[in-house]
């Protein structure tokens, strides 16, 4: 890592999404989930932009940069929780986490694909590390899930995962010549109103359940997970590239898998164990300087 700051922007990440993945399950039920994702963006589209007016920090971007600002709203701000959601009706929190993992190295994928970015080894093989650290972790509720019952539901996180990727990449190219708040707060704008536009056109209603589970999960995702969560991931990904931020998304599996020990009954094996080691290690390849001469 760069410096304090950065390992400060990963911990607020790391956490606040470990979280988060709990509390998207507490969203299911009577809400459809594309409209749940509608709320959260909405909301916190709203506090942000209205922190950023109080405080004077909102910025403009030319129009001619919005198609990119779209481009992140529909890749980070609403088409990909809106995969995670519908998959989360079929799939425990833990293994949507994993899943979400493997954004550390479609992330390095991406530069190499698309700026031909040398692949790091300390990159590659910490990101594998880190992975098939969490797949051992969650390899019981794997199993316990089964592939094949779940079938096609696999897809749609991964589709979510590579979506976030991409992003990402969106993001560092906007950040380099806009203010980074105002850049998302920009593409939480875009995700909410495509989100709605797909709600209108499929048809589903739009209302808020007097449930307070549901209405403090919406609180946490919107404030802390979305406009708190996301500001601070993209800083990381400012600072750090694509490659190196994303694996925050190896990390923050960890803390759900925590969460679901303590209030979902996760049990710890041998394996799990081995994989919680696998991925600690290889958080610290690649977050680690390379040594110089």
Known sequence: MKDATSAVLLTVVVISWGLSWYAMGLQLGEVPPLVSVSYRFLLAAILLIG??????R???IPLKHHGKVFALGFCIFSMNYYCFYVSAE??????????????????????RLFFGVALSARVLIGAVSGVVGLLFL??????????????????????GTYLFSLGNIFSAQLSQNHDLPSVVAYGMVYGTIICVALCLVLGLQFSIPSDPVYLGS?????????ALG??????????????RAAYA????????MLVSTWLEGFQWTGLAFLGFALALGGTML???????A
């Not at 998304?249 to 759900?256: C, D, E, K, N, Q």
């Open 51 to 56: 922190y950023l007016v109080i405080t004077r």
């Open 58 to 60: 909102l910025r403009s």
């Open 90 to 111: 079929f799939l425990p929190s833990g293994l949507l986490s994993v899943i979400f993992a493997t954004a550390a190295i479609m992330g390095a994928f991406n530069q």
């Open 138 to 159: 969650s390899w019981e509720t794997i199993a316990a899930v089964g592939v094949a019952k779940v079938g096609v539901v696999l897809v749609l996180p991964f589709v």
């Open 218 to 226: 919406l609180a946490y995702l919107a404030v802390i997970a979305t």
């Open 230 to 243: 996301f500001v601070t991931y993209l800083s990381l990904v400012n600072r750090e590239g694509p490659a």
């Open 249 to 256: 998304t190896v990390l923050f599996p960890i803390v759900a």
């Open 286 to 292: 690649v977050f680690s300087k390379p040594k110089t």
